[in-house]
T-cell receptor, first 111, second 112 residues
Framework: GIQVEQSPPDLILQEGANSTLRCNFS?????LQWFHQNPWGQLINLFY???GTKQNGRLSATTVATERYSLLYISSSQTTDSGVYFC?????????????FGTGTRLQVTL | GAGVSQSPSNKVTEKGKDVELRCDPI?????LYWYRQSLGQGLEFLIY????????KSGLPSDRFSAERTGGSVSTLTIQRTQQEDSAVYLC??????????FGNGTRLTVT
């Protein structure tokens, strides 16, 4: 099946710093989404981004489908950004198939 | 509108008992997933329903696990003869086709 690797596995930032999280995948994809899991365990969808660039406030994401990676940018980080960031991909096939999650990047933002 | 609803939020059961976990997806969503997450770990895929297609059961860890989705809406995940290694948070998610995936708050299962 498709392999999804995220880096770095852990990241500690001071409040106000910027960061880039990376998601590499092994095959062409139909679907790629980024999620944030907060310290209470809730998973929130951040972006649906199988290709191109999107921005939402301090967060933006870029997927370069031909090179099989996606980047999540966090600018001016805040303590509320802490948690685990997951990317999930659906391989390109003839029919809809499941989303496979990466192992995540654990982010801690300190004061 | 309402999000994905899971019940119960917590379940403590004795080893060997059967449990049923329920998921009410967002109305109109065609896709429904079950994932499992152990403490501090990633999301382990269990099963995927998409419309009227046959479900993808490739992630179910053993034949003690089964799931059904009735009327294209509510789903129940059943674990028979629970074992301690089944303890985890069970997460349900739904989407409209390949759209944004929305998660419920999960059911925390503890097998004693």
């Amino acid at each position: 099946g498709i392999q999804v690797e995220q880096s770095p596995p852990d990241l500690i930032l001071q409040e106000g710093a910027n960061s880039t999280l990376r998601c590499n995948f092994s095959d062409s994809v139909n679907n790629l989404q980024w999620f944030h899991q907060n310290p209470w365990g809730q998973l929130i969808n951040l972006f649906y981004i199988p290709s191109g660039t999107k921005q939402n406030g301090r967060l933006s994401a870029t997927t370069v489908a031909t090179e099989r990676y996606s980047l999540l940018y966090i600018s001016s980080s805040q303590t509320t950004d802490s948690g685990v960031y997951f990317c999930a991909v659906e391989p390109y096939t003839g029919t809809a198939s499941k989303l496979t999650f990466g192992t995540g990047t654990r982010l801690q933002v300190t004061l | 509108g309402a999000g994905v609803s899971q019940s119960p939020s917590n379940k403590v059961t004795e080893k060997g008992k059967d449990v049923e976990l329920r998921c009410d997806p967002i109305s109109g969503h065609t896709a429904l997933y079950w994932y499992r997450q152990s403490l501090g770990q990633g999301l382990e895929f269990l099963i995927y329903f998409q419309g009227n297609s046959a479900p993808d059961k490739s992630g179910l860890p053993s034949d003690r696990f089964s799931a059904e989705r009735t009327g294209g809406s509510v789903s129940t995940l059943t674990i028979q003869r629970t074992q301690q290694e089944d303890s985890a948070v069970y997460l349900c998610a739904s989407s409209f086709n390949r759209g944004d995936l929305h998660f419920g708050n999960g059911t925390r299962l503890t097998v004693t």
